[in-house]
């Protein structure tokens, strides 16, 4: 069994803090870019493993672990809160002006579509220097785990099924 303590640094091992005050996890992200740990076997989301660890508590009418900075690897338990799939949608198209749609007006998409094809034709994993996550992140103002996982989720989009 993980104890409480033990999950709780292997939380607090993986974080990048943001200039925004985000704890982005580094390391597995979901397809949807939400941090992800293996938790007695299990995966599960890093945002909701955090979020409860910090006394957070999810009911029936709220079951999901929503994000008031929009940034799905962030998992900063003020950043949290519970809340459902309508508050979310609803949520979102207060603080962003947007309704919830796909495309370049995603709210998890800070970046323009023709953005997201140049990072991904410049990032190089684990390099150092102007190609890395770290870097370009910088420079187009997101997180750098954002940046890893929209390279990564490019990868999943291909149809060759290689390593796994
Ligand atoms: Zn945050």
């Not at 709780?8 to 982005?24: D, V």
């Not at 992200?29 to 076997?41: A, F, L, N």
């Not at 007006?105 to 323009?112: I, S």
């Not at 094809?117 to 102007?130: M, N």
Request: aromatic share 8%; with cysteine.
């Amino acid at each position: 069994m993980a104890t409480k303590n033990r999950l709780l640094r292997r939380l607090y091992n993986r974080r990048h803090i943001t200039s925004a005050g985000c704890w982005e996890w580094i390391g597995w992200c979901s397809r949807k870019g939400y941090g992800m740990i293996r938790v007695d076997g299990k995966a599960m989301a890093v945002h909701r493993v955090s979020f409860k660890l910090h006394g957070g508590r999810c009911t029936r009418r709220k079951p999901m672990v929503l994000h008031t900075c929009d940034n799905p690897p962030c998992f900063n338990p003020e950043h949290l809160y519970a809340g459902n799939a309508r508050r979310n949608a609803l949520d979102v198209a207060e603080r962003t002006g947007w309704p919830d749609r796909s495309g370049e007006h995603n709210q998890n998409c800070k970046l323009t579509d023709g953005q997201v094809a140049e990072i991904r034709c410049r990032y190089v994993p684990w390099s150092r220097g102007q190609a890395s996550a770290n870097s370009l992140a910088a420079e187009y103002g997101v997180g750098a785990a954002y940046i890893s996982w929209l390279c990564r989720e490019e990868r999943h989009a291909r149809p060759a099924r290689s390593v796994s």
